[in-house]
């Protein structure tokens, strides 16, 4: 595990924030909300996924595809066979819903940041950012380029301070911290690069998340297409595990 001190500014409750050496006020409840609205897919987009897992001086390496659709996402692992959705419900909350194998059991609905099946890996790592993901979010320090913004998380959560380094020109988080315990144990770090554009938009081409509590470093590399034909019936969750979009290994 990690240990770190945030230094975060007063809170910030709506109103224009500007701090000192910066050259422009920051509205950061409308920033956050740009930054959500980048992350909408309006035209449906998939991508293939290359995961290299080392833990122990080991490695292993297996597939998944992603395909997202407004702010749904469907997650599929090739190994441990699992399939997952997160679904946003009116008022923004969310569900997420996973299920093994090959729909041999009903999907178990589940939470953001909890691990998936026996992965390092939550469905936070796959989903866009949230504006309403922080109860109070505010801004540790600014640059030209990004913001560093933290909160502890809105809803369920092992953890108990979300760090994001947030790109003020792509509108997309680029670092997500997690905390655990207290505010100074950091155990895992999320780090997005290789950005593309999708459909107009930008979106991270390779993640790596480290978590300090085991040394597992997990590498995902994404392969993006736009797919504006995705099966309606991959976001419902009555039929999550029985079709997949994975093809051979």
């Known amino acids: 595990m990690k240990t770190l001190t945030v230094m ?19 509205d950061l409840g409308a920033f956050l909300a740009e930054v959500e609205d980048a992350g909408r897919f309006e035209t449906p987009a998939r991508a293939d996924l290359r ?6 001086g080991s490695e292993r390496h297996y597939d998944g595809v992603l395909a997202h659709r407004g702010t ?22 969310e569900t997420v819903h996973q299920t093994f194998g090959k729909g041999t059991d009903h999907p178990v609905r589940g939470r953001a940041h909890d691990m998936m099946g ?11 950012f949230r504006a ?5 979010p505010q801004i540790a320090s600014e640059t030209k380029q990004a913001l560093l913004v933290s909160g502890a998380p809105a809803d369920a959560s092992p953890y108990v301070l979300l760090v994001y380094l947030l790109d003020r020109e792509k509108h997309l988080p ?18 997005d690069t290789d950005v593309v ?38 976001f419902d969750q009555t039929t999550l595990g029985t079709r997949s979009l994975l093809g051979p290994p």
């Open 72 to 93: 749904d996402v469907y997650i599929e692992l090739r190994e441990p066979a699992l399939s997952a959705l997160i679904r946003t419900g009116n008022g923004g909350a």
């Open 8 to 26: 975060t500014a007063s809170i910030v409750t709506g109103a224009a924030l500007m701090l000192p050496g910066t050259a422009r006020a920051v």
């Open 51 to 56: 995961i290299h897992v080392k833990e122990k």
């Open 197 to 234: 554009r999708v459909a107009g938009m930008w979106r991270p081409g390779r993640t790596e998340i480290e978590d300090y509590r085991t040394g597992t470093v997990t590498t995902i590399e994404r392969r993006w297409t736009v797919e504006p034909e995705l099966p309606p019936d991959l």
């Open 174 to 191: 680029t670092r997500v911290q997690y905390y655990e315990r207290t505010l100074s144990n950091l155990v895992r770090m999320r780090r």
């Open 132 to 136: 309403g993901a922080l109860r109070t």
């Open 118 to 128: 026996t992965t390092t890996l939550i469905a936070d790592d796959f989903r866009s």
